[in-house]
């Protein structure tokens, strides 16, 4: 697929310039990031995101964030932009539902370093939420072989499983996620769809452009066993796995005041895929919560459990087997 754009945009070039197709794209004209009632424009460039797209440098006013518990997504990098309008803030009054300006947009890029034999970070999708008069809104740019443009993929679009290698190296999948998928993950609760900027996520550097003050998270009296746990399950399961109103399986929770209630000595949900006790304090092995997460992707699984998350992941997080090992064990 990669391939067969970059195939276009040669063809293309022959005939006439084309906006995506520039050896090292920039910006001209004007940006949709500043008229998001304007349809989406066609190539990443014509947003206004990125000032430069082969460096990732963000464009006038988008600001560079990272969540402290980030998801984990198959090893990729990630780079995540906000673009506020001009004076606007994030109000903060209901700690819970965060509302975020019409006009605001967020981007997050995904980058490997060293595929297919080339050095630094090679992008494959950026990733858009942004907020119209009329609600929230998804989109996806596929990256091009160069590094250079990305190209928006139609409303609707579905699961694709590209293939990709290091430099000489066996082929791995990397899944471009259909638009329902970002659904599943990001509108699992209720409230706003942004999910790595709230009261328990809060990236340090968008701390001027909130309202008000953030709520800490409950570290205290907590072991470091248990903290990196909770870290680990605030970034990569509590957007579904809440307590409150939303999904098929909200009211089991992992939020940090609800993790250990839940989970110590409780058995699954009736409807689970797996019957089991949820953590065995001092027995990973025997816990369901660590079953899901890290022996369901082991090569030949057989026993009921679905792999959790049950989306997002083509290559398994080594950190996740170490750290509910470690926080298992010490109970
Ligand atoms: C497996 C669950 C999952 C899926 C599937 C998923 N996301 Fe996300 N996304 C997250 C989480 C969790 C965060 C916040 C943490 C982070 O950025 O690492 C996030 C962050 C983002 C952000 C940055 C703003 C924010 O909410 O923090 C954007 C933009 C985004 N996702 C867009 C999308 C789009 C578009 C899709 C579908 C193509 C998608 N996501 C699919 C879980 C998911
Ligand atoms: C996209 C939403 C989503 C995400 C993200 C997600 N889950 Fe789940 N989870 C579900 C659903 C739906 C079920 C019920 C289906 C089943 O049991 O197989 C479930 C079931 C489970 C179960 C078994 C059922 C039970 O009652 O205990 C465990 C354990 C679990 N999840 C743990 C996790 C952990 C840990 C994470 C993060 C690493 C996670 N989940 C992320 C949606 C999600």
Redesign the pocket.
Known sequence: MARAFALLCTLALLAAPLAGCDDDAEPAGPRWIDDVEAPLPDWLSETGLYGRMATFTPGDGVRAYQPPHPLWSSGTQKDRLLFLPAGATIATDDPWAWDFPVGTVLAKTFAYSDIEGRQGAVAMETRLLYRRAGGWGYAQYHWNVEGTEARRRDADWPEEVLELHYAGDLAFPYTLPGEIDCK??HE?REGPPVLGISNRNLPEELGNVLTGPAQALPAEGRTPEETAAMQ??LG??V???HGGEG???AT?S?LPADLVAHTVN????S????D?I?VVPGDAEGS??F???VRTREPGYRGQ??P?????IDQVDPE?ARI?RAWIESL
């Open positions: 599943s993950c699992a680990y399950l990569n399961c957007h579904c796995h999904n098929d399986n089991y992992l409780q058995p699954t949900e409807s689970a895929s797996g089991g949820r369901a919560l079953e899901a997460v459990f679905k959790m998350p049950p989306l997002g996740a509910l």
